[in-house]
């Protein structure tokens, strides 16, 4: 026991660890909207204590030693990384065969370059993947992974060498299809936007004289003042929708959701005690401004590049408009219709803009002062 | 497994210093250097002692070499015991070791507290734990505990061990006298204690190096070398070097450093303490390869970022950003989150440099700048390097 202790005492003037890089093995893993690119990065040390591949034995593995091997190397990295990968209809992806040996030269020394092809018939969704590379001779061991999704979005993990099933969703491809729909959806179930948008089209089957509203004769002047508060409201989301989604202005989303509630509120109060009849164009340019932050908060939810956003923007900025003339066109078809009968100025567009003001006020409460009032808790 | 989204940054920076994969030209192509290949050894069914004895040999390896992965060889021999609570008193405590080894000091710190407070660990085990906590203590700067370990080791509790653990003990405590500014009477003690038969002679080569190197005395060099032919590890290469470094004689500096390398165009085989060393002469010695060394050393810190091994290497990082590619900000902010960590002599001089340096940061300069000061008032530290310019 006491030579044990020398031994020891002799250690301890080593210090602290003058740290080389411990064993590392880097997966990278891209899907795709037909399946998924792995390439699994071993280095060649890591190789050798478990082959032992340097087969002349004179401390020197060279190509020839190692291409020997290929396969074995393969069964092992297999055996250590055991990866299941299911698409987005359910049905599981095949892997293809390995791609030729290849060699990458890191900071600590030559990795072993596995790759191979994963084949799915819809886009790859859900990655299960369960780690042991070296788990009974280095329990110190990490597997660095670099996963990128189909849509591009892409994070990196540190696997343990512990065996333990981690799925991984790649998440759904966002086809420019989708994000229209996405966009058309935002808009439906935005009551926020919707509600703006209404409160501007209540009065416009009306012209006001004095201190009444009677009921507008011609077409051709309503679906004028029509088109140009749609499109001004268009012109200013669009706007800004674009300037947060390249992050050129970003303001904080408290303030963009309270201003939001207080524009329908503002909306909603001109209605009832009519300030401004005459170019309302402006006013909900102005607003329009603040929606477009509204809308690109749910552009960001997404999770799209910034290097592919133009394509997915365009297409969530179309579905937005889209949704957004077809709320218009069924609603002026039917105010239309309702603007003769006599309760129309007093219930629809006063009861209308009543309540729409009510539910605004809330909101501005709620989100300027982060309260809940509606929801129960 | 932990989700490191942050980290993604780092991936993608270091791939981008990557070539992509190549196939090479010729079977007769050497990819590799490999570690001496040691005899096979079954990796279930070892009992105890004879798991104990090769974990050992490789833990010593991994410090004579700063190879990393003779620690996880180590830690899959003693796989059984590993994950215990209280696993078997040797082998916690070569846990705390390893542990130490690998920067993670409180855990370390658990195992020794715990093998000392145990009646049931026998006398030999307890005395090394006593001194692995010691130094560990000293590396933290809690100083005033690690003064009782090594007045214990020097009095009478371990007398059935025979003189070493004395003469252990006793240099320990020369050790805390020469951080403590009482130079001079260090320097005679650790002189003394040379003389002794049980001496461990490589240590003290190194203590009284330092301490001369501290005290701004030439000698230091001959004790640097003589230590470093006593004992050739890493960190007393990297210390001569930093020596010959500190007198701007680049060209030593940097072949000391490669005096090992057998190939020495391959940079990728030097520990990270050595290629730090060697980055820096070569920068300042305007070798064409500088520019090699330092986007190598810059790879291996992100690589270990990436696996979450980040705060290990704020020494190197410190001194990294102070020497090879200046980022005064970036030397502040290593420098005071090393000194979070550790507190050696070494830590301290980094500590003052970043907070000398002008285009620091106002309110990170001024933190360093105060913690330093607290540091040289309550520890009464000397050091040439720094006592005569502040």
């Known amino acids: 026991m006491k030579r044990a202790l020398m031994l020891w005492l002799l250690l301890l003037c080593a210090g602290a660890a003058q740290a080389h890089k411990a064993s590392d093995a880097y997966l990278i893993l891209e899907a795709d909207a037909t399946g998924l690119s792995e390439r699994v990065d071993i280095a060649l040390r890591d190789l050798d204590r478990e082959l032992q591949l340097d087969a002349d034995d004179n401390g020197q593995l060279s190509w020839g030693e190692l291409r020997a091997r290929a396969g074995e190397i393969d069964q092992l990295a297999r055996q250590g990384l055991d990866m299941t990968l299911t698409d987005a209809d359910g049905g599981r992806c095949t892997p293809q065969a390995l791609a030729p040996l290849q060699i990458e030269t890191r900071s600590d020394g030559r990795y072993a370059v596995l790759q191979r092809r994963w084949q799915c018939r819809a886009p790859a969704q859900v990655l299960t993947l369960s780690y042991r590379l070296f788990a009974a001779s280095d329990p110190t061991h990490r597997g660095v992974l670099s996963l990128r999704g189909p849509a591009g979005a892409a994070q990196t993990l540190v696997l343990s060498p512990d065996g333990h099933a981690t799925p991984l969703r790649l998440g759904a491809a966002h086809s420019l299809l989708s994000v229209l729909r996405d966009g058309v959806h935002h808009i439906w179930i935005g009551l926020d936007h919707i509600l703006f948008l209404l409160a501007l089209l209540l009065p416009a089957v009306l012209v006001r004289e004095g201190n009444h509203w009677r009921p507008a004769t011609r077409l051709r002047p309503v679906l004028l003042d029509v088109l140009g508060v749609v499109s001004a409201f268009t012109l200013a989301h669009s706007i800004t929708l674009a300037l947060a989604a390249f992050e050129i202005l970003s303001p904080p989303s408290r303030w963009v959701e309270s201003l939001i509630a207080a524009s329908v509120l503002l909306a909603a109060l001109n209605n009832l005690w009519p300030l401004l009849l005459h170019g309302r164009w402006r006013l909900t340019f102005a607003f329009g401004l603040v929606h477009g932050f509204g809308f690109a908060s749910a552009l960001r939810e997404l999770g799209l590049q910034r290097e592919a956003l133009a394509g997915p923007l365009l297409m969530f900025n179309l579905g937005v408009e889209l949704g957004q003339l077809a709320v218009v066109a069924g609603f002026m078809g039917l105010v239309w219709g309702l603007r003769r009968r006599p309760g129309y100025p007093r219930w629809v567009l006063g009861g209308g803009s009543l309540l729409i003001a009510l539910l605004a006020l809330v909101w501005l409460l709620e989100r300027s002062l982060d309260l809940d009032l509606l929801s129960p808790r | ?390």
């Open chain 2, 1 to 390: 497994m932990r989700r490191l989204p942050s980290l993604l940054i780092l991936l993608l920076l270091s791939l981008r210093g990557l070539a992509s994969p190549y196939t090479p030209q010729a079977d007769e192509e050497v990819l590799e250097q490999l570690p001496r290949r040691l005899a096979a050894v079954p990796r279930q069914g070892l009992a105890l002692p004879q798991a104990l004895g090769l974990a050992q040999a490789a833990l010593q390896r991994a410090r004579q070499e700063g190879d990393p992965r003779e620690l996880g060889r180590a830690q899959a021999l003693l796989a059984p015991w590993w994950h215990l609570p209280a696993p078997p008193p040797a082998v916690r405590l070569l846990r705390a070791s390893m542990l130490q080894t690998q920067h993670q000091f409180d855990a370390a710190l658990q195992d020794l507290d715990a093998l000392l407070a145990s009646a049931s660990t026998p006398l030999a085990l307890r005395a090394q734990a006593e001194l692995t906590r010691a130094a560990l203590l000293q590396l933290r700067g809690r100083w005033p505990e690690a003064r009782s370990a090594c007045t214990r080791l020097a009095g009478h509790s371990y007398a059935a061990l025979g003189a070493a653990v004395q003469v252990h003990g006793r240099v320990c405590l020369a050790e805390l006298d020469s951080l403590q500014g009482r130079n001079e009477s260090a320097a005679a003690a650790l002189a003394q204690l040379a003389r002794y038969p049980q001496a461990p002679a490589a240590w003290i080569l190194l203590l009284r190096a330092e301490l001369a190197e501290r005290r701004g005395l030439a000698e230091a060099e001959a004790l640097y070398r003589q230590a470093l032919q006593a004992e050739p590890s890493i960190y007393t290469r990297a210390a001569l070097a930093d020596w010959l470094l500190a007198r701007r004689r680049w060209a030593e500096a940097a072949a000391l450093v490669l005096s090992q390398q057998s190939n020495q165009a391959e940079l990728m085989r030097l520990p990270d303490a050595l290629l730090l060393r060697l980055a820096i002469a070569w920068r300042a010695g305007g070798d064409a390869r500088a520019s090699e060394a330092a986007a190598q050393l810059q790879e291996r810190f992100e690589a270990a970022a990436l696996r979450g091994d980040g705060s290990a290497h704020a020494r190197e990082r410190a001194r990294y950003a102070l020497d090879v590619r200046p980022d005064a900000g970036a030397a502040l902010q290593q420098a005071i989150a090393n000194w979070a960590l550790q507190r050696e002599p070494a830590d301290a001089w980094l500590l003052w440099r970043a907070a000398q340096l002008p285009a620091a940061p106002k309110p990170l300069a001024a933190q360093a700048r105060q913690a330093f000061e607290q540091f040289r008032r309550e520890s009464g530290m000397q050091d040439a390097r720094w006592s005569a310019a502040s």
